[in-house]
Every structure is written in C-alpha cells, then in structure tokens.
C-alpha cells in the first residue's frame, strides 16, 4: 500500500509473529534439499520473508490517547438509519479484520469516522451513521 503502516501495539506483534514464521519457513525450506527438485517452497518462504521484513521495517507504532474522538488503534459504536448498531476497530492495514470489527484506517468506513465525536454524524456508503460510543 502506499499508505504509511501505522500499527497499533497488537498489529506490531502480529506482524513480528509472522515474520518469525516466515523465518523459520524460509529456513526449513532452505534445510529440506528439495530446492533442486522443486523451488515453489523455497520461491513462497522467501516472498513471504521479504513482504514480512518490508512490513516491520516500516511499521510505524501509534499509541493511542482518549480524547473523546474516532482514532487510530480506537473503537468507534455507529447507528444506522435503521437502528442497527455496529462496533468497530480502526487498526493498521496487516490487523484489518471485517468479519472481526476490525477495518483498516485507510478504509472508506475509517477516512469517513476518524475525528468524529459522540453525536457527530458521517456518511458512509451512501447511508448516514451516528456516532454513539467512541472508546
């Protein structure tokens, strides 16, 4: 992405946590003496160690501070027009977990909140939310 990789404390230790599979993958490839007979593992281990490196490299930690507004590394309750509500984490990009109520701060959903306050309305997708809780 060409967005800076912000991270919060637990999006750094998951992308660590991967790097060292990587490593260890990379390695174990390296070890087999298939690299002969077949390269796919020992291509995947290495792009996989290169992504992983470039990630921690230039991962950019965010400590997050109460203020009272949709953040980075924050959580944010939104009502829909319809009375649902919804309750999300805006995290760094490698963290991003939908299906969890984690979304990426470079998201539509993120741009659309981060800055908000309780009360404050955004539109998202079209549809107006408010901003009920901001944590």
């Known amino acids: 992405s060409s967005h800076p990789n912000l991270v919060t404390p637990n999006g750094l230790a998951q992308i660590e946590a991967a ?13 087999s003496g298939t690299i002969e007979t077949d390269r796919t593992p020992m291509a995947r281990a290495a792009r996989e160690l290169r992504y992983w490196s470039a990630r921690r490299a230039t ?12 953040r980075f590394g924050g959580s944010v309750t939104l009502e ?12 760094g990009e490698d963290e991003a ?3 969890a ?3 990426s701060h470079v998201s539509p959903l993120a741009r659309a909140l981060v800055g908000k306050r309780v009360g404050d309305e955004a539109v998202v997708a079209g549809r107006s939310v408010e901003v009920i809780a901001v944590d």
């Open 19 to 31: 790097l060292a599979e990587a490593r260890a993958a990379y390695s174990a490839a390296q070890a």
């Open 59 to 70: 991962a950019q930690l965010v400590e997050t501070t109460a203020d009272g507004r949709v």
């Open 80 to 91: 829909r027009e319809d009375g649902r509500t919804q309750t999300w984490r805006i995290t």
């Open 97 to 99: 977990d939908p299906a």
């Open 101 to 103: 109520g984690s979304v």
